[in-house]
């Protein structure tokens, strides 16, 4: 490798490739040897996403220095985001959520800021619904236990409120935070206002006023219908927002 990467008119697309597909790379902690592209280029930003434990990490020692400086040369090492990289990191905070919460906290933030800023397409991204990795109300949750701060008063009292306030169209469609909120998370975020006397009117109006835009699919399902008249019968829940009361 450090030949090749000495003398550039070896450099040929097969010979490159070669290397791509030979376990080089030392890797931290137990020193088991690793392709390159799963290494972490120690110098790369990427480096912040990573967990200090992390296996991505090539092993600090004076022969494998070499190499890692030989294969940085002919950019061979992991030093952007990619599909994979995103998809380990998420299992990686998930995994390390109950033993370390604190610093996956931190690493799932950078991370999403990451996400946010580049113009990485996270549509290709493969992340299991039970991985709790998305930070929100300083935890960390699953994507169906939370939920970005758009249109926050139809479900804040029945989901988590997402600690970022920017989000990409992407990260958005990933997520699917892109399409409605079910209505059954609607009518959960209903039951929980009107069961409490000191929820202000304007709140439950912007509750109403989505039910009326939503009727369609309220009406079409029977059970929808009758849990909502279950909820009203014989309790005020109709708001009048001048005097913040309701009859």
Request: hydrophobic share 40%.
């Amino acid at each position: 490798v450090e030949l090749v990467a000495a003398h550039p008119h070896v450099r040929s697309f097969n010979v490159l490739q070669s290397i791509k597909r030979t376990p080089l790379v030392a890797s931290y902690p137990d020193a088991s040897l690793q392709l390159p592209e799963f290494m972490i280029d120690p110098q790369s930003p990427l480096v912040d996403l990573c967990f200090s434990d992390d296996s991505c990490f090539p092993l600090d020692d004076l022969r494998n220095r070499r190499i890692v400086e030989a294969l940085r040369q002919l950019g061979l090492l992991c030093d952007h985001v990619t599909c994979n990289f995103i998809q380990d990191r998420a299992n990686q905070i998930h995994n390390k959520r109950l033993t370390d919460p604190t610093t996956a906290y931190e690493k799932a933030s950078r991370l999403i800021d990451h996400l946010n800023s580049s113009s990485f397409d996270c549509r290709a991204l493969r992340i299991p619904q039970d991985h709790a990795w998305l930070p929100a109300s300083n935890e960390l949750y699953t994507v169906d236990r939370c939920r970005d701060a758009a249109d926050r008063v139809l479900f804040d009292r029945v989901l988590k409120t997402a600690d970022f306030s920017a989000i990409s169209v992407s990260l958005r469609q990933l997520l699917g935070w892109d399409v409605p909120l079910s209505v059954e998370i609607i009518i959960q975020q209903f039951e929980i206002i009107i069961a409490d006397p000191y929820e202000p009117c304007d709140r439950l109006e912007a509750v109403i006023r989505e039910f009326g835009r939503r009727i369609d699919d309220i009406k079409s399902d029977a059970s929808r219908l009758e849990t909502l008249r279950l909820l009203v019968n014989n309790r005020s829940w109709i708001p009048i927002s001048t005097i913040n009361a309701r009859v």
